[in-house]
Structures are given as C-alpha cells and as structure tokens.
C-alpha cells in the first residue's frame, strides 16, 4: 500500500514537474506555470495583484490569510498578462503612482520583478513582502531566530519588539548592510528548501540611503514567515526617496542550498519592455584607484545623484570598478570603513568607462590619545557586538553604565556604544599628561555615527565646560533599539583654551544634551564613533 501510494505521489508530482510553460486565466485568478524541473506555479489576483498561492514542487508555501505583494497591497489595480518569445512570462500590475512586474523565465523557479514607481506609496515605504506559510518555512536566514517573533510572550518597545524565551526579538533584527545584502531567505531543514531574496546592482539603485543602509528582511511572526525586500523606508532615513525604476530583484525557490544573488544576470530585462529600465549598452562605469586609507579598514567607494545610487569596494592595493550605472553626474565618496573621508564629482557617460582616482583627505594634526577608530562604526564598544541582533534592555547586554575609561590602562569596553541621557551618561575619561601635552591649546574630538531626538555630546575637561554644539539634523526614527547605528555621522570638535589642561591627572566627562530624559531606550541618545586629543 505504501509502494503504491509513493508511486501516485511520484507521478503527480512528475505531471507537475513537466508541466507546460505559460499563463492560463480563470476568472480572476491568473496562473502562471514555470515550467520547471523543479515544478514552480504560482497565482495572481487579477484585481488586486497580490500572489494568492505558490505551489513549489507541488507544495503550497504561499499564507492563506494574506497575499504576498507590494507595499501592504495595491487594494486595486490593472493587471495584464502576456509571454513573450514563448519564453518570458510576465504580468503588470498598474496604479496611477506604481507598475509592478512580475516575471519568469521559462524553466525556472524563480519570480522575478521590479517596481517603477512615481510617488512614495500611501504606507511611507517602499516594499516587496512574501507572506510565506511559517509551518512550511519556519527558519530564516542568515542571522536566524533573532527575528523570529513567533512564541512571544510580551513586548519590550512599542508593537515591533518583542521577548521570546527571555530574548528581545524584533523583525529590525534581520537587517543586513545594502552593499553586504545579496541573498536572504526562509527555510526549513528536512529537505533543505530555501525561498530567498536575491539582489544585485540593479536592484538597489533607485533605493535610497546608501550602501551601510540596513533595513527588515526576514521574520516568522508566527501567523506567517515574511520575507522581505525594502526598497526605502522611514527607518533612520537619511536622504530623500528615489522615484523611478526599483530592481530587478527575484524570489527563488530552491532545494540545492543558497543561491548567490550577487551574481545573478538580470540583463533580460531589457527584452521585457519595462519602464525605466536601462540596458547595459546604456550604461557607464567609473574606475580607479582609492589612496590614503589605512589597509587595516575596508576601502567603499560610493556614488549617487537623485535618481541612483552605487557602491564598490577597492581591493588591497586600492583599485575598484563600479557597477554599470546610468549616464549622469554623481557624487563619488571614499569610505574608510564607514567614515566618509574624501568626495569628489564624476560624470557617467553610456558606453564608457570613466577613470577617477579618489585620495582621503588629510588634517595634520598631533594627537596625544585616541579612544576607537575612525571608521563610521561604534567597533570594540561596549555592546556593539551585540546590539545589532537584540534590544539594549536585553539580559545577555553588558551593564550600560555610567562607566569610566583611564587612557591607557582601560579595554575599549569601557566605553558604551551607545549614551543616553539620564540613564548611562555621562562617560568619564581619565588621563595623565606631561608638561609640554598639557601646555597651550588643544581640541577634543567626539564621533558620533546616530544621534535620537537631537541628541549631541557635550563635553567637560576639568572644571572647563566646553560650548554645547547646535543639535545636529533630526531624524525622526529610533536607531540603537531597532538594530540601526548609522546615521549622518556627526564630528564635533571642542576647543580646550590654554591653562585648562593639566600636568598629571585630567578628567574629561561627555554627556547628552538634548530634551527630557527617559527610559532607556526612550532616553535622547547617541552613538559613538570614535574619540580623540589632540593639538
């Protein structure tokens, strides 16, 4: 009986597996068949857009509650289907701000899309989500359960951070930096099947934020897994949303392990007729060579204007090649690690590869000490290692603080990540100096890479209270507490007048300026970069 059961099994399944490539229609249900070995048929509402199922080898991963779809959902829209060349399938789905394609390619297990778009959607963001069945694909990848919500028993910080096991979880959780993003996925591990998000240039260069951006990717809420792709987002925004052409980028079902979105080919496009999309005949590069930053960090070469956005790393001796990118002039940054330290302009022209050589800037300056690295990142802090994948309240953080670090004695995780106002502040820096460091002037430098509610250091050396900083541009969305540390990367220099200095022991403490003080996690607050005396 079992022999005989496996066997219907096995032919229902070859039946699907072989099945013909194409798209049929019945009533508003629009079926789109791979064709693929590795049998791959899906439906799409044909008054709404959203995927109502998704049958991999037979198998519906699709949720049944919620469709998967752009934004939370068009509600409405026109949706048009058609093949081309027998082997492209594809359907638009069309508002008066948005088209949405989706497409495959004959043989294939994969959706691909992209999303054109003409105003920011009514939701504030730009989004893909795959609403996926979590008892089908419960695990996700690659930071696993940090994101998994699923089996919560409260919440820590407003509806998006939640306690599972004596854990803070939150969807923030699974962000990975833009220029490292290539492929996230859901999965489970019986027969190692894998729905991932794959990317590469062409999918984030009409997001917005640059290459350290980070945003939602994956999460098992436990009604459903969500598998995410955020084009733009409010979430430590830091420039203006980009209109136009968004991807391609795909959803890929596999079996045979995780695929590698970096190198995924997209250039078919440009046989589908999409709109905004540039073919690489119509694009240029930019090489060259990247001078002055130190071997220890990574070298990220950076270029924008207000319609795309691209990003490189320089190899060891220096040298990079962008992406292909669209004709136009742009800003091209050199990054040491993440801390901006040289710009320049370069024009993009279609055809032609453009050679512009990039150095960092250099201040002369003698230091006498320095607490981090200049590298855009709170690297070695206190707490950094982990506040990427768990909420500052967490029991598995290190006690915040108020801490003091002695200059030359202390581990740098003596200093928090992280200050925030009437809870860890202020951070207190002891230090010796001799008679000629202690002599005439000096300034005091403060990195910060994010700051929450207009937060900025304020600075005490001795009984000298240094002049408060201007609060620095606003961003109006929580940072430390959902995994973010990026955001314009505020330097602030404090001048140190002659006579306030000291020939043996000195005391610097930093604090928070800024409004009210609050819970921890509520409290203004910023994060540090690096910290630095110097003549």
Known sequence: MFFKSALLATAAFSASAFAAFGITQSGDNIVVDAGS???LKFTVNAKSCDITSILYRGEELQDKAKGSHISSGLGSATVKSETISGKYA???CTTSTLTHYLVVRSGESTIWMATHTTAEPDIGELRFI???????????????AVSTTAGSSSTVEGSDVFVVNGQTRSKFYSSERFIDDYTHCVKRESDTIHACILLNSYSYEGSSGGPFFRDINTNNAGDATNLYFYMNSGHVQTESFRMGLHGPYALQFSRSGVPN???MDSTFFSELGIQGYVAASGRGTVSGTATGVNSKFQRVLHWYNKDAQYWAYANSAGAFTSPAMKPGTYTQVLYQGEFKVGSSSVTVSAGKATTANIAASTQSRNTIWQIGEWDGQPTGFRNADKQLRMHPSDSRMSSWGPLTYTVGSSSLDSIPMALFKGSNAPLTIKFKLDATQASGAATLRVGTTLSFTGARPSASINSYNAATPAAPTKIDSRGVTRGAYRGFGEVYDYVIPAGTLKNGDNTITINVAS???????????????AIELFK
């Open 37 to 39: 070995d590795n049998a």
């Open 130 to 144: 795959a609403r996926l069945s979590s008892s089908k694909l419960p695990l996700e990848y690659p930071f696993g």
């Open 90 to 92: 594809k359907i638009t």
């Open 515 to 529: 409004g009210s003080s609050g819970d921890l996690y509520l409290a203004p607050n910023v994060i540090l970069d």
């Open 261 to 263: 979105g970096k190198t």
